[in-house]
T-cell receptor, first 116, second 114 residues
Framework: EPEVTQTPSHQVTQMGQEVILRCVPI?????FYWYRQILGQKVEFLVS????????KSEIFDDQFSVERPDGSNFTLKIRSTKLEDSAMYFC??????????????FGPGTRLTVL | GENVEQHPSTLSVQEGDSAVIKCTYS??????FPWYKQELGKGPQLIID?????GEKKDQRIAVTLNKTAKHFSLHITETQPEDSAVYFC?????????????FGKGTSLLVTP
């Protein structure tokens, strides 16, 4: 069964450093998403991406964040200068085209980001 | 924006009993309501969803009901089993949003004891 994959599973970084989280969405999906989950809290939307541009972003997704689809398979989230409060589990998700009945989002296993 | 409230935050049931988790939403434009199960160390897994054009949907031991007038929807798990133990999240979104951002509830930690 096709699935969303994410690397690395755990990333430890120093405050102020740049990190890139990588995702491979399901191959025939066209919409891509990043969410984050701070320990013990709910899953929060960060950004959605379609046709090589951002469709929607939340207030969390400030200038420190960027997304990119550098090739036909990868989808990345970059945090330019990490802060302690960026420590969280980051989930990538993907869904098919926005036709009725095809907007189910499938989540990857997540990358745990720890900022020291 | 959309605000999703979920109750209870924790739920403990005996194996074989039923479990009910309830959510409310604020945006009347929301028309898609998925439920996710998250096991320890894993990403959320879609278990069932419902769209605003139906009031109830069932898949084996799992059912979801939707009351658009009251803006609430519920997850029902019957004949619970220990492997149902996990955190369950409800979510809501609208296809009027350009990006289909899911707005999640805070989650319910379900424990099924043998």
């Amino acid at each position: 069964e096709p699935e969303v994959t994410q690397t690395p599973s755990h990333q430890v970084t120093q405050m102020g450093q740049e990190v890139i989280l990588r995702c491979v969405p399901i191959s025939n999906h066209l919409y891509f998403y990043w969410y984050r989950q701070i320990l013990g809290q709910k899953v929060e939307f960060l950004v959605s991406f379609y046709n090589n541009e951002i469709s929607e972003k939340s207030e969390i997704f400030d200038d420190q964040f960027s997304v990119e689809r550098p090739d036909g398979s990868n989808f990345t989230l970059k945090i330019r200068s990490t802060k302690l409060e960026d420590s969280a589990m980051y989930f990538c998700a993907s869904s098919e085209a926005l036709l009725a009945g095809n907007n189910e989002q499938f989540f990857g296993p997540g990358t745990r980001l720890t900022v020291l | 924006g959309e605000n999703v409230e979920q109750h209870p935050s924790t739920l403990s049931v005996q194996e074989g009993d039923s479990a009910v988790i309830k959510c409310t939403y604020s945006d009347s434009a929301s028309n898609y309501f998925p439920w996710y199960k998250q096991e320890l160390g894993k990403g959320p897994q879609l278990i069932i969803d419902i769209r605003s054009n139906v009031g109830e949907k069932k898949d084996q031991r799992i059912a979801v009901t939707l009351n658009k007038t009251a803006k609430h929807f519920s997850l029902h798990i019957t004949e619970t089993q220990p492997e149902d133990s996990a955190v369950y999240f409800c979510a809501a979104t609208s296809n009027s949003n350009s990006g289909y951002a899911l707005n999640f509830g805070k989650g319910t930690s379900l424990l099924v004891t043998p």
